[in-house]
């Protein structure tokens, strides 16, 4: 449920009224009464809109039982995200991916996954400095959807020094539409379908697109400019 003290104090701070922040979730008054009260529970769509306006990260906004709340995997195994904050912010980007999940491509009859943990491959460019973690898992358990982000600057192992990004475009950095086509036909990824269909629909900036990578100012407006421009 939401946390109705959180979302109290954040308004004072912003000195926002009922009316204004229900207009800002695109909601009635009424409707957003219901979440603080405890009634009903905002639309992952909602919920990001929510958060945005108040600023506040999911675990702030959200009392979640343990089997709602994600998880979250760096490398091999499981981390305290609260030690371990390497790759920007692990907790806002899961709140993020939970209301792209209504945005991915329906699954086919039949397909591998198909009733079962969807895994969605994020290949993303993080950099090969050695406290940037080789991959990023965040499942969310009631939609069964997993977000495997993996690093493609990062070697495959330690034994070899070229990184995957290396053998595909060699010394010259790709393009954000080369990345894409790459992350889209190359990994078979979902994710920057579901991306697209966000961004366009809603009319968010690049800054939504850095926080849900975790990447920098340049590669998140590259990214953003592809999502609109391509098909």
């Known amino acids: ?26 909601v009635g008054v009424r409707l957003l009464d219901d979440w603080l009260a405890g009634y009903a529970f905002p639309r992952p769509d909602k919920l990001l809109r929510l958060a945005m306006s108040l600023r506040l990260g999911y675990t702030e906004l959200v009392d979640d039982s343990d089997e709602e709340a994600p998880m979250i995997e760096f490398g091999e195994g499981p981390r305290s995200v609260s030690e371990d904050k390497v790759i920007g912010d692990p907790e806002g980007m899961a709140m993020l991916l939970r209301a792209m999940v209504p945005y991915l491509p329906r699954e086919r009859p039949g397909s591998v996954g198909a009733g079962r943990l969807r895994t969605v491959m994020v290949p993303v460019l993080w950099g090969a400095e050695p406290r940037n973690e080789k991959t990023l898992r965040i499942t969310w358990p009631v939609e069964a959807v997993c977000f495997s982000f993996l690093n493609l600057d990062k070697a495959p192992d330690l034994s070899n020094a070229i990184s995957v990004s290396s053998s595909l475009w060699g010394a010259v950095a790709p393009t954000a539409s080369e990345y894409i086509a790459v992350a889209e036909q190359t990994y078979s990824s979902e994710f920057f ?39």
């Open 193 to 231: 379908t579901a991306l697209r269909a966000m961004v366009r629909e809603h009319g968010y900036g690049h800054s939504y697109v850095r926080q849900v990578m975790g990447v920098g100012l340049i590669d998140g407006m590259s990214i953003h400019q592809a999502l609109l421009q391509g098909a």
């Open 1 to 26: 449920m939401i946390r109705r003290e959180a979302v109290v104090q954040r308004m004072r701070e912003l000195h926002a009224s009922p009316a204004s922040l229900a207009q800002q979730a695109g």
